[in-house]
C-alpha cells in the first residue's frame, strides 16, 4: 500500500488547561471580617449576657431540679420523675391553682384588652378634656399592687365597704367580693380593669396612627361606624391587639401579688414579718400556680416539686403564645 493510501492516524488531543486556583484572602481582608464579627459579637453581648444569665441558666436549672429531691440545705439527689408524679398524682391543690390561672388568662385578658381599647377609642373621640381624661384613667396604673389591691378590697369589704353601702342604698344585693368564693376571681378581674391605664396609653397611640385619608375614603363610600372600624381600624391596629394579648398572657400565667394579698386580707390575717401565708382564700379560689410555686420552693422547701410546676408554667404560656402567633389566630392579617 501506497503513502497515499495510507490511513491517516488521529492527532493525540491536546491537554486540557488547569483552572487557576482561587487566589487566597489576603491577610488585611481577613483582618477585616474578624473585626467585623468582634463587633457584632460586641453589641450582641449585653443581650447575650442578659439571656444567658437571666433565661438560659435558670432554665436549664429549673429542668435538672426537676429530676432532684432538695431541700436548699443538702446536697440535691437524683429521684427521676418522683416530682412530676407527685404534682400531677398527689398534690390536691395543682388543679384548682391551674384552673384559677386559666380562667384568670381568658377572662382577665380577653377583658382587658376590650376595655382598654375601648378606653383609648373613647378619650380619642373626645373633644375638649383630653388631658383630664386620659390622667384620670392612668393614674391608678402607677398605684403600686400591694396598695392598689388594699385600697380595692377596703372598697369592696362586704362588711363596711362603700361599695356594698351604695348597692345596698339603690336596692340592688351586695355580692361577698374577696370574700365568697364565686366572687373572688371576678372581683382580681375588676380589680385589673381599674388600672388599665398602660393598654389604653399603647392602643391610643394605635389608634391616632391609622391614616385620616382612610377614613375619609370610607366616609365617601357611605360606611357606618362599625363597617369602619371592621374594615379601617381593626386591621390597623392588629399587631397592637397581638401584642397586648400575648404580654397580657406572660404576665397573667405569673398573677401572684394582687391574688395573694387580696386573700389573706378579706381572711383578716395579718400580714407580718416571718407570718407564713397560705395562700387561696376563700376555699382556694384566688390560688395561683406561681403561689403554689412560692409555697413549695420557699415555704416547704420542696424545690423539685416547684420547678415541675413552673416548667408546667413555661410550657403552657409557650403553647399559647405559639398558637396566638399563627396566622390562623385571626389576630394578624394574612399575607397576599
Known amino acids: 500500500m501506497s503513502l497515499a493510501e495510507s490511513p491517516e492516524r488521529p492527532a493525540a488531543a491536546a491537554p486540557r488547561p488547569k483552572k487557576p486556583a482561587p487566589p487566597a484572602k489576603a491577610p488585611a481582608l481577613r483582618r477585616k471580617h474578624t473585626r467585623q464579627r468582634l463587633r457584632t459579637l460586641g453589641f450582641l453581648s449585653p443581650w447575650l449576657v442578659g439571656f444567658s444569665v437571666f433565661f438560659g441558666y435558670p432554665l436549664i436549672a429549673t429542668v435538672y431540679f426537676s429530676f432532684m429531691h432538695y431541700n436548699q440545705i443538702q446536697q440535691p439527689s437524683f429521684v427521676g420523675l418522683r416530682n412530676w408524679k407527685y404534682v400531677f398524682t398527689q398534690m390536691p391543690l395543682f388543679g384548682p391553682a391551674l384552673w384559677n390561672t386559666l380562667w384568670l388568662v381568658v377572662v382577665m385578658v380577653a377583658l382587658r384588652v376590650v376595655f382598654g381599647l375601648g378606653i383609648g377609642m373613647l378619650v380619642t373621640k373626645i373633644k375638649s378634656g383630653v388631658g383630664l381624661f386620659r390622667t384620670a384613667f392612668y393614674l391608678p396604673y402607677l398605684a403600686p399592687p400591694v396598695a392598689a389591691t388594699v ?47 398602660d393598654l389604653m396609653v399603647i392602643f391610643m397611640a394605635a389608634l391616632l ?28 391596629i392588629t399587631p397592637i391587639v397581638m401584642f397586648a394579648v400575648v404580654t397580657g398572657v406572660v404576665q397573667t400565667m405569673q398573677y401572684y401579688t394582687q391574688a395573694l394579698v387580696a386573700g389573706k386580707l378579706a381572711s383578716g390575717v395579718n400580714i407580718g414579718p416571718g407570718s407564713v401565708i397560705q395562700p387561696g382564700y376563700p376555699d382556694h379560689s384566688t390560688l395561683t400556680v406561681p403561689q403554689l ?36 389566630a385571626g389576630l394578624l392579617p394574612a399575607e397576599d
Open 151 to 197: 385600697a380595692f378590697v377596703f372598697l369592696l369589704n362586704p362588711g363596711t365597704g362603700p361599695v356594698n353601702e351604695l348597692l345596698d342604698a339603690v336596692g340592688i344585693p351586695a355580692p361577698g367580693w374577696f370574700n365568697d368564693a364565686a366572687w373572688a376571681k371576678p372581683s382580681l378581674v375588676l380589680l385589673s380593669l381599674w388600672g388599665i391605664g
Open 209 to 236: 396612627d391609622v391614616p385620616k385619608e382612610q377614613y375619609e375614603a370610607a366616609e365617601l363610600d357611605g360606611a357606618g361606624a362599625v363597617a369602619k372600624f371592621r374594615y379601617v381600624t381593626w386591621p390597623s
Open 293 to 328: 410555686v412560692y409555697s413549695l420552693g420557699f415555704q416547704n422547701f420542696n424545690t423539685g416539686a416547684a420547678c415541675v410546676l413552673s416548667l408546667v408554667l413555661f410550657v403552657i404560656a409557650m403553647a399559647v403564645t405559639t398558637l396566638l402567633m399563627r396566622k390562623r
